[in-house]
């Protein structure tokens, strides 16, 4: 399984979680299989976003397409930080 984690702040989070929501349809589109939302535990405009992935390459060729960066630009994302990760090992304890 591919995954990617994205740190970044937002103005306000309420305006990024409407904008976060109506682009569910294309994010699903663009491979994306199941989402977190985290925040920290003392800014809640410090967002997580934590997703599982068809493959790396569509989430690349997603989070770097012009319409999302028009997307992050309208929810308010300061200087967003992807990291791509491939599971190694998974369990429950």
Do not use: C
Request: glycine share 4%; hydrophobic share 40%.
């Amino acid at each position: 399984m591919q995954y990617v984690l994205i740190i970044h702040e937002v103005v306000d989070y309420p305006t990024w979680k409407q904008i976060f929501d109506q682009a569910a349809a294309i994010r699903k589109q663009a491979g994306e299989i199941s989402y977190q939302v985290l925040k920290y535990e003392n800014d809640s405009n410090k967002i997580v976003h934590f997703s599982a992935w068809t493959s790396l390459s569509d989430a690349k060729r997603f989070f770097e397409s012009p319409q999302l960066v028009k997307i992050r630009l309208e929810a308010g994302v300061k200087s967003p930080d992807f990291i791509y990760l491939d599971q190694i090992e998974a369990g429950n304890l």
